[in-house]
Every structure is written in C-alpha cells, then in structure tokens.
C-alpha cells in the first residue's frame, strides 16, 4: 500500500531544468520528506505506524503554495504548467485543484506535456475535469495527447452519456490503436473495455462462473438462472 501511495504522488519531471529549477526544488523538498518519513515508518513498530500515519506523514498540500506562486511568477510559461499539473495531481483541495486545471486549460491546452495529467482527470469527474479534457481534445494536436484524451473523455462519460462513450472509443481503436497507455497499447486497453461494455454492463446476461461453494459443493452460476444472486468477490493480500 505504501508503494501505491508513493507512486500516485509522484509529478512531471520538469523538461527544462534551467527554467524549472524552482518547480524542480519544491519537488524535491517534498520527496525529501516523503522518503524520510517512510524511513522512519519502516523502523516503527506495527502497532504504532497507524498513529505515526496520522501525524507525522508529510501532506503535499503543505507544498501547494509554493506551486501556486511558481505558477503565478511564470504565466504562460513552461513552469506555470508543471507548477500546475503537480498541483492538480496532489491537491486534496477540489477548489485548487479545480482553479489550477482551469489555468491549465486556458493557457496550455495544446502543450505535449500536459499528456500526464490526463491519467488524474477520470477521479475528478466533474465539470471542470471535463471541460479540461474536451479543450485538450480542440486544442492539442500531438497524437499521443490527442488519444489519451479520447479514451479519458470516454471513461468519463460511460455511465452518463453510453452513446458518446462508445463513439469516442470506436475512435480509440480506429485512430490512436497504437497510443502507449499505461505500458499497453490503446488498442489492448479498448478491446477490453469494449468487451466489458458488451457484456458484463448492468442489465446484460451475466457470464456463468463456475466454482465451489463453502461446502465444497461444485456450482455453476447458470444454476441459480431467474434468483435473485449476491456475487461477493475478495481478496487477501
């Protein structure tokens, strides 16, 4: 768990150095107390770490100021973006971190870098997170930003609106196939999605599973066809 949480908060590495230093700086300053906070995590015993989690763990908004001023020092420029884009990523504000994607959409929605950011807007399913990803969709030409978006958008209109969803997968697989997405092509991720949407989508016929019961009684699902059925998946780690 701790692993997961490290690496949702890791940013943009910023492209220019030169121009970033101060964006850079911040980053490190809170990495710096991540990475020390963890080592003493390690070193406390089990029964205390819950409290140690509570109260000593570093929070990236104590560092969002910090961001916010970068951003405000370099409008419309490199900086103003990646000051940004770690904000919208590790805000725990919806206010802030709504202000800072409207910046982000206003003054660099055509920008190749912004790519990382698109991952985050399908947690935030919200007016601003969408009008984000449909400026990003008008504005941005490199393809790889382009299909990102796209496939963004139609997770976030699965359930709201099915009929663009599907559309704007079809266009997925039709234009961006070859997109790197998470270490899998957009093509692979699609041709599971569309797979779910097919089958496994409320009101569809179940697929039949078969299995044993805490008795060690062998059914399959189709048994219990026209029942009202509770499925209770699990795991243990």
């Not at 570093?58 to 904000?87: C, F, K, N, T």
């Not at 078969?210 to 059925?229: C, H, P, Q």
Request: charged share 30%; net charge negative; aromatic share 8%.
């Amino acid at each position: 768990m701790i692993s997961i949480v490290m690496g949702a908060l890791l940013c943009v590495a910023p492209e220019d150095p030169a121009t970033l230093a101060s964006v850079d700086t911040v980053k490190q300053e809170f990495e710096a107390a991540q990475a020390a906070f963890f080592e003493k995590y390690s070193q406390t015993p089990e029964g205390e770490r819950e409290a140690l989690l509570r109260t000593e763990r570093p929070s990236p908004d104590d560092y969002v100021d910090q961001m916010l001023d970068i951003a405000d020092e370099h409008e419309g420029e490199a900086a103003e973006r990646d000051a940004l884009i770690w904000v919208i990523q590790n805000s725990r504000s919806a206010e802030t971190r709504n202000r800072s994607i409207n910046i982000l959409a206003d003054g660099h929605a055509a920008d190749a870098a912004i790519e990382p950011v698109l991952y985050a807007m399908p947690f935030y399913p919200d007016p601003t997170s969408m009008r984000f990803i449909r400026t990003v969709l008008d504005e941005n030409s490199h393809p790889n930003v382009k299909g990102i978006a796209t496939y963004t958008l139609a997770k976030m209109t699965w359930q709201t609106e099915p009929d663009e969803a599907r559309t704007l997968i079809d266009r997925v697989a039709d234009e961006f196939a070859d997109v790197d997405y998470r270490g899998k092509s957009l093509g692979e991720t699609v041709e599971r999605d569309l797979f779910e949407i097919e089958n496994l989508a409320i009101g569809k016929v179940a697929p039949d599973i078969a299995g044993e019961d805490i008795d060690g009684v062998e059914f399959n699902l189709s048994d219990y066809r026209g029942k009202v059925v509770v499925l209770d998946f699990w795991g243990d780690w």
